[in-house]
């Protein structure tokens, strides 16, 4: 439960679906705990390190003790629990202001445009994330145990002129507003907030880097830069990145270079 007014955030130690949250709490300076819960792979832990960042059966056993059987979650001061990356956004959007207007729009057609954004991020997301696919096409699975990028799935993804994750890029490219300097303009959304997390974990989570998603898209790359320059989300990740070398290295992957791009696009 959470104490003394906090909210208490689990997820696992990596950004994943959950970095969002943590941006979001950060820009409206929310005070909260992280629950860290081991990740499920068949890994060993570090030999005299602290951490447990692999599943001890941890997750097993609080899978249906969660809203949904999925994490993230995050618990109100008041002890409540609830579920799902999109439905917080929301949550905490219409909560959180940025020059005195809440990140989750109150007008319904900025509204309806914000959930697009949302929603089609979310129709990329099993296809770099999804574990289920046998290793070759599983682009997360496959640096998080070690083996590298999948540039010749991922090259396909993202051909200019056929690729399917390629043409999602380019509509969300498409929808946002000319002014800038965030997606519907002036106006800072959790649809921006979204979009940083989501890119800056594909950009080093799946892809070798963020350019095959940022080169030749102007208004995501004017969106994620803005979100990283706000000065709560800097202080944020700038805080916690000395502690983050402390991740597991597994083959040729330290799990501290997930952060990279946040550190990268906060100028840390």
């Known amino acids: 439960m959470a104490q003394d007014g906090k909210y208490i955030f689990t997820y696992w130690n990596i950004p994943g679906r959950g970095e969002s949250i943590r941006a979001l709490m950060a820009i409206g300076g929310l005070d909260f705990d992280e629950n860290f819960v081991p990740l499920p792979l068949p890994l060993p832990n570090p030999e005299g390190s602290d951490l447990v960042p692999f599943d001890d059966g941890t997750w097993g056993k609080m899978k249906n003790t969660t809203p949904w059987g999925s994490l993230p979650t995050l618990t109100l001061p008041d002890g409540r629990t609830f579920g799902q990356q999109r439905a917080i956004l929301r949550y905490l959007g219409k909560h959180i202001q940025h020059n005195g207007k809440p990140l989750y729009p109150e007008n319904p057609e900025d509204a309806l445009l914000v959930d697009g954004f949302l929603d089609v991020l979310e129709d990329i997301w099993p296809v770099l994330a999804d574990t289920q696919d046998p290793i070759e096409k599983a682009p997360l699975l496959s640096t998080m145990l070690g083996m590298g990028v999948q540039e010749a799935f991922l090259g396909e993804q993202m051909d200019k002129t056929s690729g399917p994750l390629a ?9 946002a507003s000319d002014a800038g300097p965030y997606l519907l303009g002036e106006q800072l ?8 997390a989501a890119i800056s974990w594909w950009g080093a989570g799946m892809f070798a880097s963020m350019d095959p998603i940022t080169a030749d898209r102007p208004k995501i790359k004017r969106s994620i830069e803005g979100v990283g320059a706000l000065e709560n989300v800097r202080q944020y990740y700038a805080g916690l990145k000395d502690a983050r070398q402390k991740l ?3 083959g040729d992957k330290h799990y501290a270079d997930y952060y990279s791009n946040f550190h990268a696009l906060c100028q840390i």
């Open 248 to 250: 597991p290295t597994v």
């Open 189 to 196: 959304t959790v649809a921006d907030v979204f979009l940083f």
């Open 167 to 175: 043409m999602k890029f380019d509509h969300i490219e498409r929808a």
